[in-house]
């Protein structure tokens, strides 16, 4: 009797666990799926609002029109979230004259490095030595160069904004899902990678082979 009962009472609280899990969503560690689907959830305006005055590049870098004219340019949420712990390494110098296109700032995650390219054309008025070396944690406050430029409205219609950037950035998190997959080293690195309770993990392209590095500028960071 003693046995029957101490094993009803195991059964229950089990069966508490289980419940209280379950209206949590989550998973008992018994029963936890093999293959949890990636949440994309995670990239919607909730988890990564879209500041109504900034615009954003195809190269992942945003831009702010100022009060005084000139433009505040950065690197958005979705650039410093795939790349992990990013660290702005250099930025274009102060009197410089950048061409669209050319290198506004290299960043480093780990022992690598990428490049962000200027989204306009300008010559750079002011440098924010302050983000340099630093891992950014608020990157729409967290500007690297100003520029003074006349071609910000000629090529405003090439930037995203409100919710044609929140849909662009959905999109380019699916995209990031397959790069990840076609990039890793192999297939449970993909998964340890993207299958982490239903979220990208820090340091994701660290993880790929450094090749991979060209590759996410070609595919993420071209303008």
Same mark, same amino acid.
């Given at each position: ?67 005084? #004219?000139?433009? +505040? ?5 979705? #650039? ?30 780990g022992n690598k490095k990428v490049?962000?390219? &200027? ?5 750079v008025k002011s440098v924010n ?7 950014? &944690? ?5 500007? !690297? ?7 910000? &409205? ?6 995203f904004s409100g919710t044609e ?7 380019? +998190? ?7 997959? +076609?990039? &890793? ?11 982490? !309770?239903?979220?990208? +993990? ?22």
């Open positions: 009797m003693v046995a029957i009962f101490v094993l009803t009472l195991f059964l229950l609280f089990i069966s508490v666990d289980l419940i209280v899990l379950k209206i949590q969503g989550k998973y008992h560690p018994a029963f936890e799926p093999s293959s949890p689907q990636f949440d994309s959830s995670i990239f919607d305006r909730n988890s990564f609002p879209i500041p109504s005055n900034i615009f954003f590049s195809k190269g992942h870098t945003w831009l702010k029109m100022n009060n005084d #004219g000139l433009i +505040s340019i950065g690197i958005d949420e979705f #650039g410093m979230m795939a790349l992990g712990a990013l660290s702005i390494l250099n930025c274009a110098s102060v009197g410089k004259e950048l061409r669209r296109g050319e290198i506004i700032f290299e960043g480093a995650y490049k962000f390219l &200027s989204p306009i054309n300008g010559i030595e302050n983000i340099l070396g630093k891992k950014i &944690s608020n990157p729409y406050e967290s500007w !690297g160069v100003q520029l003074a430029s006349k071609d910000f &409205s000629d090529n405003q219609k090439t930037f950037a929140s849909n662009w950035i959905k999109k380019e +998190s699916i995209k990031l899902k397959d790069f990840i997959i +076609s990039h &890793s080293l192999k297939t449970d690195l993909a998964g340890a990678t993207m299958f982490d !309770g239903g979220s990208l +993990s820090n340091d994701t392209i660290s993880l790929l082979v450094d090749n991979s590095v060209n590759d996410f500028e070609k595919e993420f960071l071209s303008l």
